[in-house]
Antibody, heavy 119, light 111 residues
Framework: EAQLVQSGGGLAQPGGSLRLSCRAS????????MSWVRQAPGKGLEWVAM????????YYADSVKGRFTISTDNTENSLHLHLSSLRAEDTAIYYC????????????WGQGTMVTVSS | EIVMSQSPLSLSVTPGEPAAISCRSD???????????LNWFLQKPGQSPQLLIY???NRAPGVPDRFSGSGSGTDFTLNISRVEAEDVGVYYC????????FGPGTKVDIK
């Protein structure tokens, strides 16, 4: 069964850093673009970042550009998101997602991990 | 960045009745391959989102045929032919042509 299992997250102070990870199993990880999507409490979905299947090209939402870094480790079938210069408005549940386009296979979502930015 | 809008933002529907949600983008979502790069997701309460429609009009595997998508360019519609109680949740359109952008969501509940 294809699945994504997330780890990391938690509480960080404003200006601080955190790292989120997402391990894939049940499918060929290196064949898919991967994304991070977040959802602030009681709010809608916001796409955050995505990376090509070879891990060489990344794209970011304007709201996180220059502060967040997405990366992959295809030897460990893992996706990462390094969050830095954190702000209160980054507080959200973060989901890793396989290929949001859906034309090759339905997207797979991780279970989500909470990031809280507060002093 | 492509900006997405949806209407209405909330919808209360009688079971068995049809429902429609509109989605607009501020730029055309037609790819050079002719497909419209617009998806529809449903997030049921307490769950991760699930894909309903991809490339504007293709139902994802396992999605009931009461759901259909239409539209092209900048205007798209999700139709539910006969709403069921299990269809409650928030519906999002999302452009997947250039990076990704979600619409604000449409909350659907049952009368």
């Amino acid at each position: 069964e294809a699945q994504l299992v997330q780890s990391g997250g938690g509480l960080a102070q404003p200006g601080g850093s955190l790292r989120l990870s997402c391990r894939a199993s049940g499918f060929t990880f290196s064949n898919y673009w991967m994304s991070w999507v977040r959802q602030a409490p009681g709010k809608g979905l916001e796409w955050v970042a995505m990376i090509t299947q070879d891990g060489r090209t990344a794209y970011y939402a304007d709201s996180v550009k220059g502060r967040f870094t997405i990366s992959t480790d295809n030897t460990e079938n893992s996706l990462h998101l390094h969050l830095s210069s954190l702000r209160a408005e980054d507080t959200a549940i973060y989901y890793c997602v396989r290929d949001l386009t859906g034309d090759r296979a339905p997207p797979i979502w991780g279970q989500g991990t909470m990031v809280t930015v507060s002093s | 960045e492509i900006v997405m809008s949806q209407s209405p933002l909330s919808l209360s529907v009688t079971p068995g009745e049809p429902a429609a949600i509109s989605c607009r983008s501020d730029q055309s979502l037609i790819h050079s391959n002719g497909h419209n790069y617009l998806n529809w997701f449903l997030q049921k309460p307490g769950q991760s989102p699930q894909l309903l429609i991809y490339l504007a009009s293709n139902r994802a595997p396992g999605v009931p045929d009461r759901f259909s998508g239409s539209g092209s360019g900048t205007d798209f519609t999700l139709n539910i032919s006969r709403v069921e109680a299990e269809d409650v949740g928030v519906y999002y359109c999302m452009q997947v042509l250039r990076t990704r952008t979600f619409g604000p969501g449409t909350k659907v509940d049952i009368k």
